[in-house]
């Protein structure tokens, strides 16, 4: 159980184009999705928290209007990168918390949507 | 702020030979959490154990080993009888305790690349 999945794993566009990722839990509700950026050779930032329902906290620095985040429903979050630019490519990785385990702080990792801007 | 280091950026050894990483945490909660994640070159992140502030025991599951020492803030993880399956990018990560509006936020240490030849 607990499985995290992300749509598409690999994706190449043209700069200025907007790209969605979808991360998805397959088989829990999660109430917490968060959203994190990995350069290369580099560890993963938090970019932003994501809570079914309402608005995404983003970290300082990251860029709401350019990151869109939107967390329809308790299986689902979408990231969208849009008018990206060469320097947005990234690894971009989603993880689920489970909801309804309030003590026991866990989150499950989707695969990571390579982005490639060119 | 929390923070978490790994001051060996890259490790190499030859088969069979113990690995220790190191793993440095800072944070003013009472009640947080650490992990360890593997990220192998596929780039998905591999859980391999969580541990909580109140539990300094120490535990080993296979090869892997870790020691939790919170006197010194330190959760390092050492691999022994090193085999080449585990190379890989290893991260430590803290959390804070899963009550708090921002507490299951995740904080990775910079990584440790273990290389393992044959």
């Known amino acids: 159980g607990a499985v995290v999945s992300q749509h598409p794993s690999r994706v190449i566009c043209k700069s200025g184009t907007s790209v969605k990722i979808e991360c998805r839990s397959l088989?829990?509700?999660?109430?917490?999705m968060f959203w994190y950026r990995q350069f290369p050779k580099q560890s993963l930032m938090l970019m932003a928290t994501s809570n079914e329902g309402s608005k995404a906290t983003y970290e300082q620095g990251v860029e709401k209007d350019k990151f869109l985040i939107n967390h329809a429903s308790l299986t689902l979050s979408t990231l969208t990168v849009t008018s990206a630019h060469p320097e947005d490519s990234s690894f971009y990785i989603c993880s689920a918390r489970r909801g309804g385990v309030a003590f026991i702080d866990e989150q499950f990792f989707g695969p990571g949507t390579r982005l490639t801007v060119l | 702020a929390q923070k978490v280091t790994q001051a060996q950026t890259e490790i190499s050894v030859v088969e069979k030979e113990d690995v220790t990483l190191d793993c440095v945490y800072e944070t003013r909660d009472t009640t947080y959490y650490l992990f360890w994640y593997k990220q192998p070159p596929s780039g998905e992140l591999v859980f391999l154990i969580r541990?909580?502030?109140?539990?300094?025991q120490n535990e080993i599951s296979g090869r892997y080993s870790w020691n939790f020492q919170k006197s010194t803030s330190s959760f390092n993880f050492t691999i022994t009888a090193s085999q080449v399956v585990d190379s890989a990018v290893y991260f430590c990560a803290l959390s804070g305790f899963a009550g708090k509006a921002a507490g299951n936020k995740l904080t990775f240490g910079g990584g440790t690349r273990v290389l393992v030849k044959p």
């Open positions: 088989d829990f509700q999660a109430t917490t």
């Open positions: 541990r909580n502030s109140f539990d300094e």
